[in-house]
């Protein structure tokens, strides 16, 4: 019978892989507490009508990507694609958001069917970040500030850069990209199949072209800046204030839109050159418009998502993961003959009392002393705490250093922790 394995783009994160995961998700939830950032947990399944309806049916995620089902009532379901909607969702239905603020934040897997490649895959972990109930540019200018933090406390400073960019109103957005496509209709033939695609539906995503022709045509395109709305300018020019004050450097990216339709007025995107081909570890903007979109009253908002995969990728690939990030043990409890097995497990869990924050294994499953000692020297154990017949007799333990040439010693076991305290 055959083997079955992982579906194409879904990956196993194995024992060796968690602990970097770990320390990600451990720095970040750090860096959120600090700035009064709480944790909100929501479904990984939603109601295929709260993307449509926030993503925008005629986006490359609805139309391609969703991974929908019809459950046994004949509802419509999908795996979420992204985490915002189902933040509004949850907020707004548990009445979290009506003259209120809040700074919320999540993190798990998302679904998208595409291509997997390098740091991305079909099952994918973001962690995202959502604002609720402040109109003004501060909180956009937290945002980036709070991600800069995070990029030094991770090493990776000298690796991200900011662009950021507005993209106004959705009524500004409208005259312009009506022009825009005045503008890209005498130029159709030449455009790649995307942009042709998205020339009737999303037009403002054609700004984003990788295509060399179709980043010619934009050359002389109409600019989204001449379009802007006065609210949206001094938005834009009081946010760059800000961040020039907090010594954030950035580039205004004019080229610079988000994918999805619910966004409006600032936009960013945190980029690293550090995998070879440009790539994105962290974006978001405003999206002032979708509480009320999605049946809600008006409430500004603006948040962030960043994929786990890509920034540990980049950490992983600069060498930036602190070596005490492991799952090695540090002491390593072995158990002689039979009658040491009891007398053995009362003495890691001794350690265990006094020494919380060092891991000490215990062997299970017999074996002889050749055989125990191995499997302590793979668990990567400092020290084999060993313990046979005489040790029983005499109250002691033998403490065997494992990755130095100090020479084994005799403890005695109501000394035990403190002796590898201080040698820890």
């Known amino acids: 019978m055959a083997k079955i394995q992982a579906i194409r783009g879904m990956n196993d994160i194995l024992p060796d892989q968690t602990p970097v995961w770990q320390y990600v998700e451990s720095t970040v939830r750090q860096v959120l507490g600090q700035y009064g950032y709480q944790e909100i947990r929501m479904p990984v399944v939603e109601h295929t009508e709260l993307f449509k309806r926030s993503i925008g ?121 009506e022009a825009l496509v005045r503008y890209l209709e005498q130029y159709k033939d030449q455009l790649d199949d995307d942009s042709k695609r998205r020339l009737g539906t999303n037009p403002l ?37 800000l961040l020039d004050a907090a010594g954030v450097s950035y580039t205004v990216n004019p080229a610079l839109v988000r994918g999805l339709d619910y966004y409006g007025k600032t936009v960013f995107e945190w980029i690293t050159d550090s995998l070879g081909a440009q790539g994105t570890i962290c974006a978001g903007g405003r999206y002032d418009g979708l509480v009320q979109q999605l049946g809600g009253k008006p409430t500004d908002a603006v948040g962030f998502a960043m994929g786990l995969e890509r920034l540990i990728l980049l950490l992983e690939t600069l060498g930036l993961v602190p070596e005490q990030v492991n799952n090695n043990a540090d002491v390593y409890v072995t158990a002689m003959g039979e009658q040491a097995v009891a007398p053995a497990m009362a003495v890691a869990e001794c350690l265990r009392n006094e020494l919380p924050g060092v891991v000490v294994v ?29 040790e029983i007799a005499s109250g002691t333990v033998a403490l065997k250093p494992l990755r130095n040439d100090d020479p084994q010693q005799e403890v005695n076991q109501s000394e035990l922790a403190s002796v590898l305290k201080g040698l820890l």
């Open 57 to 177: 049916e005629v986006t490359d995620i609805v139309e391609k990507e969703m991974y929908t089902f019809d459950d046994r009532n004949g509802d419509s379901l999908t795996l979420r694609p992204e985490g915002t909607a189902g933040c509004v969702r949850a907020a707004e239905e548990h009445g979290l958001l009506f003259n209120q603020t809040r700074r919320l934040w999540y993190t798990g897997p998302m679904f998208r069917h595409e291509r997997p490649q390098k740091g991305r895959y079909r099952q994918f972990h973001q962690i995202g970040v959502e604002c609720f109930g402040m109109a003004g540019p501060d909180i956009d200018a937290e945002l980036l500030v709070l991600t800069a933090r995070l990029w030094k406390a991770f090493g990776l400073t000298e690796h991200a850069r900011l662009e950021i960019n507005s993209i106004g109103t959705s009524e500004s957005r409208k005259v312009y990209r």
């Open 205 to 241: 995503r054609i700004l984003d072209s990788k295509d060399p022709a179709t980043r010619e045509i934009l050359n002389g395109a109409p600019l989204l800046d001449d379009y802007l709305d006065d609210e949206s300018r001094v938005h834009f020019e009081q946010l760059k204030a």
């Open 362 to 390: 215990s062997h299970c499953g017999g074996g002889s002393f050749k055989s125990q000692m191995k499997k302590a020297d793979r668990s990567n154990a400092r020290y084999a705490v060993i313990l046979g017949e005489n």
